[in-house]
């Protein structure tokens, strides 16, 4: 199995960035299509982005489209994602995820493994 370990989080201002990293270990990580979900207080984790075991397809939420960037380097087992123009709506705790199958990209229940998340604050 493969253990996942976000970075990155923190606080800033709304129209700033900032740059979450996952880190992965245990497996290669081009055994798995990757992704980021996101869960606000009080509501269910929703999906944000995903990549292809290569890094060649990605896959965005209409809210995020435009803003973020979904990146992977298998070299260094690594996931990462570039958050530009940030609102206070994308205040959450960020989780990178690993889905060991080809089920849909954009549902938690596809996801096999998940790391323990991080803080994104988004103050106006």
């Known amino acids: 199995q493969v253990q996942l370990v976000e970075s990155g989080g923190g606080m800033v201002q709304a129209g700033g960035s900032l740059k979450l990293s996952c880190a992965a270990s245990?497996?290669?990580?081009?055994?798995?299509?990757m992704g980021w979900f996101r869960q606000a207080p009080g509501k269910e984790r929703d999906f944000v982005a995903a990549?292809?075991?290569?890094?060649?397809?990605?896959y965005y939420a209409d809210s995020v489209k435009g803003r973020f960037i979904i990146s992977r380097d298998n070299a260094k087992n690594m996931l990462y994602l570039q958050m530009n123009n940030l609102k206070p709506e994308d205040t959450a705790v960020y989780y990178c995820?690993?889905?060991?199958?080809?089920?849909?990209?954009?549902?938690?229940?596809?996801?096999?493994?998940w790391g323990q998340g991080t803080q994104v604050t988004v103050s106006s």
């Open positions: 990549t292809s075991r290569s890094g060649i397809s990605t």
């Open positions: 995820a690993a889905n060991r199958g080809y089920s849909s990209y954009n549902i938690p229940q596809s996801y096999d493994y």
């Open positions: 245990g497996r290669t990580l081009t055994d798995y299509r």
